[in-house]
């Protein structure tokens, strides 16, 4: 069985950044500082924008420590990690963190929203694919339909005594974790006076603020159907968020391409035409669930669901399809290009109105 996975996972990349690194800073001229620093299973690189060397790393230091202790408080894997305890609680309630609380909390709240499209306990069928250890394989139907009995978002409780599960369940946060992680590094940062920064956090995207010059910040989005970007998209103080099953899969002995995202309805993974799904938001997590969410949805699906949230939390989106046709929403529609390699790809429309 080959199994194929890129170490470097980037969706996006931002194009333009000038100076990555600052040598000899003036002080008072506004300069780039950047920190690289592998997290959350993946490489993360932020740069800062700021007229002073000294707070400009240190606002990175501190930075890098809140993802660091976010990690270790939501990592499947880590014994002291609160998942972990809750995980291994035989159904009696775990006491969490505040931060692990809200994240959960959100993670619930999306995968109602979803109709469970996102779904945080899947873990027990992920682990069967072996996507949680990269050793991958398929499953039998029997074993995937009797492990998905043990998933279920609305049967996890959340209460002042804790988190509360069925024995045998596992939740797992890694479809909102790096999002989340952005919107705290995002936070931490602006407390400590940077208001031009850019996150990159394996591929997803946070934009802090604009550009130094007051520009928008342009960034390239990654083509699912091979190496190099298929288009850039402008943007200022959101972030955005690529899901695909182009870059974790694996190719079975029947040939077949198996991805890392599955349809918590099936176990199995999602194959439905879509090849992938950015959101763009304010919020990291929120681009992080419904990326999941609405790559799990497929075309039609994720335009309705998309539809009926413009009141209440309004985000946008670009969806390309196997058939290698674009689908971006209005509002964004003018911050959208595409590369010239990729000029015959017809881009569509999607409307408030049918
Ligand atoms: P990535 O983390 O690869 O950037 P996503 O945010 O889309 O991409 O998260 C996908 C991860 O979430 C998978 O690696 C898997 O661990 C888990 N996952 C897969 N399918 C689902 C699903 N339907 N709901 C929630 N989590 C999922
Ligand atoms: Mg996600």
Redesign the pocket.
């Known amino acids: 069985m080959r199994f194929k996975r890129f170490i470097f ?1 980037s ?1 996006l990349l931002a194009v333009t950044l000038p100076l990555l690194t600052a040598c000899n800073p003036i002080h008072g001229r506004t300069e780039a500082y950047s920190k690289s620093f592998f997290a959350m299973d ?1 490489y993360m690189t932020f740069t800062v924008y700021d007229d002073n060397a000294e707070d400009a790393r240190a606002a990175l230091a501190c930075a890098q420590e809140e993802i660091d202790a976010l990690e270790a408080l939501i990592a499947v894997t880590d014994a002291q990690s609160d998942i972990y305890a809750v995980n291994h609680g035989g159904g009696q309630p775990v006491a969490i963190q505040e931060r692990t609380a809200e994240l959960l909390s959100f993670a619930l709240r999306m ?1 109602q929203e979803t109709g469970g ?4 306990t ?2 027990p069928v ?1 682990s069967a694919w072996g ?2 250890t990269d050793e991958n394989r398929i499953p039998p139907g029997d074993q995937i339909d009797g492990l998905l009995e043990s998933v279920g978002y609305d049967r996890v409780q959340v209460t002042d005594d804790g988190v509360t599960m069925a024995d045998g369940m596992m939740l ?1 946060l ?6 989340y992680a952005g919107d705290r590094a995002e936070q931490i940062l602006r407390e400590k006076g940077i208001d031009s920064a850019v996150l990159d956090i ?3 995207i946070q934009a802090v603020g604009t550009k130094p010059d007051g520009s928008d910040w342009k960034l390239g989005l990654r083509s699912p159907f091979g190496e190099g970007i298929f288009g850039t998209l402008q943007i200022a103080d959101k972030a955005v ?4 099953n182009y ?2 899969y694996f190719i079975g002995e029947d040939g077949v391409r198996y991805g ?5 309805k099936t176990g199995y993974p ?1 194959d439905n035409g879509l090849a992938s799904v950015t959101v763009i938001a304010k919020e990291g997590k929120v681009c ?1 669930a419904l ?3 609405l ?2 949805m497929g075309l039609e699906n994720a335009v309705r669901y998309w539809r009926s949230r413009q009141e209440e939390q309004p985000f946008d989106m670009i969806l390309v399809t196997e058939e290698k046709e674009v689908y971006v929403t209005e509002e964004i529609k003018d911050r959208f290009n595409l590369m010239k390699e990729y000029s015959s790809m017809p881009v569509h429309q999607i409307a408030l109105s049918e």
């Open positions: 996972r969706v993946t995968a499209a996102l779904e945080p899947l873990y992920l996507f949680t797992d890694g479809s909102v974790g790096k999002g394996g591929g997803n968020v690529t899901s695909g870059e974790r890392h995202i599955l349809d918590p999602v992080d990326s999941t969410a790559f799990v």
